[in-house]
């Protein structure tokens, strides 16, 4: 199982799902705090699913308050002048990734003691 996890992660840096900023917080990771960075992208898509709700109803309202949006923008992913192209493919990313790493971190529990992330070159 531990090699499944292994591919599943490589497969994750391959894809560009995760990146250096995935390693530096498995690095922080710790026998005190095993799940450490489970919890992180658990905080994470709390965050960014709020935000992304108040970036739908702003965008659905259909009188944009410019400022408020790249307020929002600016939290979750930077500010676009393309908001409503940009934002649906940030939320097609944002669903991938969580489902993604959803399935990486199970696997990961059941296989037992994390190894840290290499970036394959």
């Not at 499944?4 to 994750?12: H, Y």
């Not at 709020?50 to 923008?73: C, H, K, T, V």
């Amino acid at each position: 199982m531990q090699r499944q996890v292994a591919l599943i992660k490589k497969s994750l840096f391959d894809q560009g799902y995760l990146d250096e900023q995935f390693m530096e917080l498995e690095e922080l990771q710790d026998d005190a705090n095993p799940n450490f960075v489970e919890e992180v992208a658990t905080l994470y898509f709390k965050d960014s699913i709020r935000l992304i709700n108040s970036i739908d109803q702003a965008l659905e309202r259909g009188s944009f308050d410019f400022n408020r949006l790249d307020n929002y923008m600016h939290q979750f992913k930077g500010s676009s002048t393309r908001c409503l192209r940009i934002f649906q493919q940030v939320k097609k990313e944002h669903a991938t990734l969580r489902k993604k790493l959803e399935h990486y971190f199970q696997l990961a529990r059941q296989a037992g003691p994390k190894e840290t992330a290499r970036r394959s070159k």
